[in-house]
């Protein structure tokens, strides 16, 4: 019997180092993708994903607010900049496989499991391509602290797949669209044309992230009669716990099937007491 969809997800959750763990992720979204082409899909089965996915010993988490202060205008603060990028790819690998696993149970067209799985895959590539940076500069990744608390919004949602989509692509990968200009010029104006590279391939593939948060956010509003907007303003109310900052890229966010009625007015708003 061939493994099922979940407990490759399972797999790739419970693998702590990173570049194994985006091997894994990399090969698992193989085996999905050839198992569509040949029209007989691995099953989706049920394997449970860990609470928490398995991390490496290095970096050490810290509070963002113990991070230590970087400066881009230094070499080290680049360095430091492209390694807190790559501890985000690393999370977002996990983030992609517990979206496959975790809510497993509910009816879902195959295709919701393609774009999930190929997501998963992208962000493996995005993590690998940064740790190829921080190595050709010297460093690599666990070298410098790194953000405790990734893994909020994944617990904060692990019951709810409209709050998950709603949090997770559709406000902090649409937070990535708003950023990544911003630090693309960051290193051309440093003269670091591979980082420039890398950071473009993760601009251009991570507006199709957003834009699936957005289609399957839909689809599920369509199944069950709901108002998509107000709805995903209620449930970023609930479920996130920060403010939603301007500039918004409103260019990428609408090429992802996010209109700005979503997002704005949550923009003017003081988050509300959770917790
Ligand atoms: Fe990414
Ligand atoms: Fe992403």
Redesign the pocket.
Known sequence: MSRTLTELAVEVLSTADGREKTARSHAAAKLWRESRAAGAPLAIGDATPPDRPARPARPELLAPRDMPKRRPGSEHGRIALIHA?AH??LN??DLHWDVVARFAATPLPLGYFDDWVQ?AD??S???NLLCDRLESLGSHYGALPAHAGMWRAAEDTATDLMARLAVVPMVL?AR?LDVTPGMIDIFRKAGDADTVAALEV?YA??VH?VSYGAKWFNYLCGRHELDPAPLFRDLVRKHFHAKLKPPFNEEKRAEAGLPPDFYWPLAEETPGRHN
């Open positions: 990028v985000i790819e977002a690998v997501a992208e962000e590539k995005h993590f990968e990535g993760i593939e991570e992230h």
